[in-house]
């Protein structure tokens, strides 16, 4: 019998999630009282808690015309077996518009029994910001 998916695994079905626009699925990665951080967010750093708040900020992703693709993944393990960072780049597209854009990503993330206990995530924030304010109807960029 398979015991939970490893940090690794996680981080993976995350991404690969993230890239198949399966945003009602991602929530399901987080333990019941996961916190999110995004401290370099714009205006300001925001904080996630519980996965209702995950959940809805995924639905709001969701609702964006973004596409994602992750390449140059590399995943880092730490002396902490609940301890991972995973590196990336996102090929985007604004589906309204045809934009590209192209952001790097850094996430830190603390996964417990097959869930992620905490993410500390790293996005290239203003990027994301200027793309979303030339996306029609708008107000945040994806992630």
Do not use: C
Not at 8 to 26: M, P, Q, Y
Not at 35 to 55: D, N
Not at 67 to 74: K, S, Y
Not at 97 to 106: K, Q
């Amino acid at each position: 019998m398979a015991g939970p998916a490893r940090p690794r695994e996680v981080f993976e079905r995350l991404i690969t999630g993230i890239t198949a626009n399966a945003w009602d699925d991602l929530p399901g990665l987080y333990a019941e009282d996961a916190v999110v951080e995004h401290p370099y967010a714009l205006p300001e750093p925001s904080r996630l808690e519980g996965r209702e708040a995950i959940r809805r900020h995924f639905a709001g992703a969701a609702k964006g015309p973004f596409e994602l693709r992750a390449r140059d993944i590399v995943v880092y393990e730490t002396p902490d077996p609940e301890v991972i960072i995973g590196e990336y780049v996102y090929d985007g597209r604004v589906t309204s518009t045809g934009r590209t854009f192209t952001t790097a990503n850094i996430q830190v993330l603390r996964v417990r029994d097959g869930l992620i206990l905490a993410s500390r995530d790293y996005h290239h924030h203003a990027a994301l910001a200027q793309v979303a304010a030339d996306a029609p109807g708008r107000a945040s960029g994806p992630g």
